[in-house]
């Protein structure tokens, strides 16, 4: 078994993210119930209630919409701390997402922190106390033998809380999910589905028949999604597929003039050039030249609460070496960005990337979190259960629109040009919470 350490960058982050108030530890927040102790070393002993799923041969049938309507706390310490956690597991993942070399890439901290947590309702065992350690809600006085659980739900709700601060009216951020099991599943788990997603879908399947599942659920994939979505791979031996979409169609504070987009060369490398359409507008925004770092940075406002982080490394500069730190530099950025004219030209963005959550964490060197030797003995009462499939998906698209004209240039004031037309980072970051909604790379706008 690989030990999940926990680097002291976690605490750092922690410590930020709780200056002025009095230190609460993570589980402290989460913790369920009266927070005793459970013996990981015997076999699963929690009553397991379980609830029959409708089937896939009647059609795709969305489980009954979720509404919230507990009390949420301290929201505002609570989704603070929620969000440094998910922004630094959204790191780990997304350095190694990146080792697979697409030229693009774009990536959800919150869903594939939602995802783990979900599953974590149906695991036990030495399953589900690593993935409370990798999650970093564990209660650390533990004995090495023994869990306190964690409530997940509360966990999920919150998450939807921080999606939520994105207002639906200007930029559009939406979850989907879809579960098919071959046999009945905990309550709890479908459950966290549905706290998971704004849509969701859990049903039963034959999965012995991949051909015809395979099938029946891209069909009704592309209907939901304008064939955007594509499953491949279904594992016919095994028990679960689990495909979770995350949507973010945004818009600038201040609008691009779709008559100044023009085409321009895009430098992919020293010598490979791609002509491809630039947006281009001038206004007022914070940006950064971080000469230790090797980069400029630019906050651009979009029309709701969240705003994005553009990261284009000097010339010269490698955005590897600055995207394994990234959530590290956003927290640095943020506190000496100065706001001045500038004209800004980047391309549109326009991004469809499926990630196997199962494939990441196994590059990680964890394939039992959620593969082969994984126990969800909690997650139904069939026994050896195990996960096939488990996909997160982001479509981001943004292009020219935004609620705001440009700005007039003030007197002389003389903007400053910053033109994306080579590999750059960014991140789009709800602003109440801290939390990255997305993490991503633009290597190839052609692609």
Known sequence: MVEISKPLLLLALLTAAAANRVYVHPFGMFALGNGSCENTQVPARRPLQTVSLPSIEDGMVPDPP???????????????????LLNFL??????????????????????????????????????????????????????????????GHKVLRTLRYINGLVDGTTDELWTKTWVLSAANLSESFVRGVRELSDTSHTQAADLSQPLRIHSQLNAFMDMASEGKNKLQGINSTSDLLFASSVHFKGKWKTMFRPEATSLQEFWI????????????????????????????????????????????????????????????????????????????SLPKLSLNVVSDLQGILSGMGLPTLLGTGADFSQLSTKGNFTVGMVLNEVVLDMSEGGSEQQDKPQGAETALKLTFNRPFSFAVIEGSSGAVLLLGRIGNPAK
């Not at 359409?277 to 925004?285: A, F, Q, R, S």
């Open 90 to 151: 959204g790191q780990r993942l997304y350095s190694e997402l990146r080792k697979h070399e697409a030229p693009n890439a774009v990536f959800s901290p919150v869903n594939a922190y939602g995802t783990l947590v979900t599953f974590y309702l149906g695991a036990w065992g030495a399953t589900a106390g690593q993935l409370q350690k990798f999650l970093g809600l564990e209660k650390e006085t533990d004995p090495a033998d023994c869990l306190t659980p964690f409530d």
């Open 66 to 84: 979720y509404t919230d309507t507990e009390q949420k706390g301290n929201v505002t310490q609570t989704t603070a701390v929620l969000a440094q």
């Open 269 to 344: 490398d020293d010598k490979t050039s791609v002509k491809v359409p630039l947006m281009t507008h001038t206004g007022k925004h914070s940006h950064l030249d971080d000469k230790h770092t090797k980069c400029t940075v630019l906050k651009l406002a979009l029309s709701s609460n969240a705003y994005m982080l553009l990261v284009l490394p000097h010339q010269g500069a490698q955005l590897d070496s600055i995207e394994d730190m990234i959530i590290v530099h956003i927290s640095e950025w943020s506190q000496h960005l100065k706001e001045g004219l500038v004209e800004v």
